[in-house]
C-alpha cells in the first residue's frame, strides 16, 4: 500500500491558480478593451452634480445629451501612436469609445442643465425645480 500525503487545501490551490491565469489571460488577450470613465452623483440642496473624470477627451470627442429623463455622456478617447519610431513598453489605460446613460428623477430641470469640461473633469449640474428644493415650515403649537 502506498502513502499519499494528505493536504487538505490542494484541490482549492489549483482552482485559485485556474482562476488567476483566466483572468489574467482574458486581460492581456483583448488590447481593445473597452473603458468606461469613472464617476460621481452628488446631490445638494440646488442641484444634482455629476462629474466625470475624461482625462485625455477633447470637448469636440465628446456628446452630452438629456433625452426622457435619461443622462448619455458618450465619448472617446483617442489613442496618440508615437511616430519617432520609439514604442510603448506598457499600455494600461483603456482606450476607444466610452458611453454611459443615468436615469434623473423627474424632480429635476432638464431645461437648465449645465456642463464643464476642466482640467479632465466633466461637471454636469442639473437644477432641481422648485417644488423639489427642501423648504422648512414654521409649525405653530396651541397648547392650553
Known sequence: MTLMKYTP???LDQFTGSIFADTMNRLFADTNRP???AVDILENENDVVLKADLPDVKLADLDIRLENGTLTLKGERKFEKTENGKGYHRIERGYGAFARA???PETLDSERVKAELKNGVLTVSIPKKEIA?????KVEVKGE
Open 9 to 11: 487545501t490542494a484541490d
Open 35 to 37: 473603458w468606461s470613465p
Open 102 to 104: 443615468f436615469t434623473l
Open 133 to 137: 428644493k427642501p423648504r422648512q415650515v
